[in-house]
């Protein structure tokens, strides 16, 4: 296993790999704070709805280097080139790793990973494009419950959701805007305990 990063070097990492300002920071409370604007180039390649928008996977990469497997839940199309892991959707159509429902992930061996990519749908409307039904958010970090100490929840959404406070710790809390007329996200960054 590889020796688990501070969050300073976790930023040094991200400012050296990706060569974007440095926009997040250590609060005096310890914890990460910041807002990426991710620009105004809104093409998603695979041109799935609600796709992560460019530079968001490599973002998250560069924060995590000593991470060695990621699980990508409520998966859509993520382009596993930039950030290598399994994947998990309930759509069968798009062949991920595991066809489950993020509420549950009964199928899926959570002991494994040790970082989790989460991107929901943010509403009954979002999930019209889909044909799913809304998630219970607080369902999905229920089910993350079953992940290993020290594993990390990357959860891109526009609520917090509701979690256990004995169970996860919020370490970072990072803003994202992307471009005009487009809805502002935030990332929570979750440690299981
Ligand atoms: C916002 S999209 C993810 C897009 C992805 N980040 C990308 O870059 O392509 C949300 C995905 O969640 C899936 N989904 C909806 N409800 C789900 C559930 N209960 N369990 C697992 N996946 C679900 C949808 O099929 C959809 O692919």
Known sequence: MKKELTWPERIQNYVKETGFPENIFMGEDDRVVGTWIMGNDYRVK???YGGYPPT??????????DKSNALHIFSGKVDLNIFPGDTVDIKSELNPTYVDDAQSLESVPLENYD???????YSVEDCEHYGTTMIKRNKVM?????????SHI???DQVLPMYRKDQFT??????MWKSTNH????ITIFRKL
Do not use: C, H, M
């Open 115 to 121: 970082l989790v990519l989460a991107d929901p749908p």
């Open 170 to 175: 919020v370490e970072a809390t990072i803003g």
């Open 56 to 65: 968001y996977l490599r973002r998250i990469k560069a924060l995590f280097p």
């Open 154 to 156: 990357v959860w891109l």
């Open 183 to 186: 809805r502002f996200r935030g």
């Open 46 to 48: 695979s041109s799935y």
């Open 142 to 150: 229920r089910a993350l419950q079953r992940l290993n100490s020290g």
